[in-house]
Nanobody, 113 residues
Framework: QVQLVESGGGLVQPGGSLRLSCAAS????????MSWYRQAPGKERELVAR????????NYADSVKGRFTISRDNAKNTLYLQMNSLKPEDTAVYYC??????WGQGTQVTVSS
């Protein structure tokens, strides 16, 4: 069956970095665009970044441009999100999404001193 399993979340101080991973299985990973979304407490889920199937094109929310980088390794069926210069407002549950409609379970990122 289709599985998307996120990892790499945690507690980090403002200005710090984290790298999220999303391991995909059960479908042809390289055939689909992928995205990272996030949802903060009391807020709607929002798109963070998107990447095309071959990884040649990416898009970012204005709030993370220049700080976050989405990438993928199709040989490893894995999606990544490198997050630098983290801010308290980046605190949220981060979700991996495949453009075939599947979602991961989410990983918590907390930015706090």
């Amino acid at each position: 069956q289709v599985q998307l399993v996120e990892s790499g979340g945690g507690l980090v101080q403002p200005g710090g970095s984290l790298r999220l991973s999303c391991a995909a299985s059960g479908f042809t990973f390289s055939a689909y665009a992928m995205s990272w979304y996030r949802q903060a407490p009391g807020k709607e889920r929002e798109l963070v970044a998107r990447i095309t199937p071959a990884g040649g094109s990416t898009n970012y929310a204005d709030s993370v441009k220049g700080r976050f980088t989405i990438s993928r390794d199709n040989a490893k069926n894995t999606l990544y999100l490198q997050m630098n210069s983290l801010k308290p407002e980046d605190t949220a549950v981060y979700y991996c999404n495949a453009h075939n409609g599947y979602w991961g379970q989410g990983t918590q990122v907390t930015v706090s001193s």
